[in-house]
């Protein structure tokens, strides 16, 4: 099985690295750099790259990585993904055999039109649709559709270990903890958070289970929530849609 290494890049990314004897895979190389280095420095030989979506923080590098030798890029079919060799969508799979690794791709729009998730070795790369505590922005997609993508994710099993795009932990803990205020798995999530970042480490993988408890994104149904919702608007949602629309507004300007 893979070890699962994260790499830095710009100010807040990670570049998932998967790594089985002398081969690698990585996941939403924004840049090259972080990756021919550390391939440079470990020995690695790249073998496959899976992007999960086209922001440029997530296949800006993917070029640069394939000029130096080509490999498989495996993306979402209908988004402008550099040097795509493997279309993929919801039911398809991209194999990387040099890793015995097989993820199943799942449809997750949103956040961008044909956003795709890798799922497989009990671990989710999702990029930025489900963040720790919390979920990326909107930008091609409706909020129902969001929501819709965010429960299929929250339908894998509890122990799946979610590899997200970015580290917003602490940030998502803060707004998570003016929507669901008496959490008490949200407080102690906080402070492990907190320990994590202080002695300069990642916050991830997290749970799915643990983003269950915890994501309010993942929570639009729990009264706590709703009630919060509720508050934002003015009004009465009208349904786990409308309370997802609301917080996720609220978040935009928090
Ligand atoms: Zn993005």
Redesign the pocket.
């Known amino acids: 099985m893979p070890e699962i290494v994260p790499l830095k890049a710009f100010k807040d990314n990670y570049i998932w690295t998967l790594r089985d004897g002398k081969s690698a895979a990585v996941v939403d190389p924004g840049e090259a750099r972080p990756v021919t280095d550390y391939l440079a420095r470990e020995g690695l030989a790249l073998v496959a790259i899976l992007a999960t ?1 086209h ?1 440029p ?2 296949v800006g590098g993917i070029a640069e990585l394939v000029a130096a030798g080509k490999v498989p890029v495996f993306g979402p079919k209908g988004e402008p993904i550099p040097a795509l060799t493997h279309p993929v969508g919801e039911g398809d799979a991209a194999q990387i055999p040099e890793l015995g690794a097989r993820f199943s791709v799942l449809e997750i729009p949103g ?2 039109r044909a956003h795709v998730a890798y799922y497989g070795l009990g671990s989710l790369f999702c ?2 649709t489900l963040f720790a505590c919390g979920c ?1 922005r909107v930008f091609e997609g409706t909020p129902a559709q969001m929501l819709v993508s965010l429960q299929k994710l929250a339908a894998l099993p509890d122990a799946t270990r979610v590899y997200c ?1 970015h580290e917003y932990t602490l940030a998502n803990i803060r707004f998570a903890r003016a929507v669901d205020p008496h959490n008490p798995v949200l407080a102690a999530r906080e402070a492990r958070a907190r320990a994590l970042r202080d002695a300069g480490k990642p916050t991830l993988p997290s749970t799915l289970g643990e983003e269950r408890d915890t994501n309010p994104f993942l929570r639009c149904a729990e009264p706590a929530v709703v009630e919060s919702a509720n508050k934002y608007l003015g009004a009465r949602a009208a349904g786990p849609a409308q309370v997802f629309a609301a917080i996720r507004e609220w978040k935009n300007k928090f």
């Open positions: 979506h922001h923080d997530h956040h961008t990029g930025d990326g795009g």
